[in-house]
């Protein structure tokens, strides 16, 4: 479900969950344990990426309407805190993103300090609107930070969905790569951020990230309300006719 390798003191954190990497529980809870696990672990940096030609296509929807309500519930807090643990890590964390990065799997990419894409057919942006869920606040807030202001309404009431040369220019990703060197280039970028002083980076991080903490804590209403959505018949339904629209049968 969850690899890992190590390239000069940078751990490599493969997404390796199926065909396309979707989120379910077991493996948000799975990302979660490793980057709590190199939290502390003798390593300078850390990349984040994904199996096969896909990078992650955000949460799984067929066990989404599958499993219904107590399946969201189960669901979104382990969601909401892959994004926090990515998004308060203390080391430099860098996305290899190596295709599709949908939804969810783009918000994961943004939560990084860095993305580097690879330069082919995968396309990152998030669809959620059109999907018809609301955005949990967390991963508002993690695209607030990354995409600039002047898009970020766009790509979000749109749905947009992004080429990669696309993406560079509405902030989602920082840097093209070639598909086969996306990872070691990554891993480049992570032991140049690597390099710096460990605690002046921590700390940079962290007051640089904190405003976005913070309307996170003042939005726990509003979050309730996500999940209330979430787990309603109107929003199950939804789901379920853009699964049965957009994706291929089993």
Not at 19 to 36: E, H, R, W
Not at 131 to 155: D, N, Y
Not at 216 to 232: G, I, K, L, P
């Amino acid at each position: 479900m969850i690899t890992t390798e190590t390239r000069d003191r940078v751990t490599v954190v493969r997404m390796a969950h199926g065909k396309v990497n979707a989120f379910d529980p077991d493996l948000m809870s799975g990302l979660i344990d490793q980057l709590t696990a190199l939290e502390e672990a003798d390593t300078a940096a850390v990349v984040l990426t994904g199996s096969g030609g896909v990078f992650s296509a955000g949460v799984d929807l067929r066990g989404l309407t599958a499993g219904g309500p107590d399946y969201v519930k189960r669901l979104l807090p382990l969601l909401g805190g892959a994004f926090l643990q990515a998004f308060t890590f203390p080391k430099p964390l860098v996305a290899a993103v190596n295709g599709h990065a949908i939804a969810g799997g783009c918000v994961l990419a943004c939560a990084c300090d860095y993305r580097i894409m690879a330069d082919g057919a995968g396309r990152i942006g998030t669809p959620e609107l059109s999907v018809g869920v609301p955005f949990p606040s967390m991963a508002l807030e993690i695209l607030r930070l990354t995409v600039p202001a002047h898009r970020l309404q766009a790509l979000i009431y749109r749905g947009l969905t992004c080429a990669p040369a696309e993406a560079v220019a509405n902030g989602l990703v920082d840097e093209l790569a070639a598909p086969e060197a996306v990872v070691h280039r990554a891993v480049e970028m992570a032991a140049r951020l690597g390099a710096l002083p460990p605690a002046s980076f921590a700390l940079t991080k962290r007051i640089i990230r904190e405003p976005s903490q913070a309307r996170v804590r003042e939005m726990q209403s509003a979050d309730a309300a996500v999940t209330e959505a979430w787990t309603s018949p109107r929003v199950l339904d939804a789901v379920r006719a853009y699964v049965e629209r957009t994706l291929p049968s089993r």
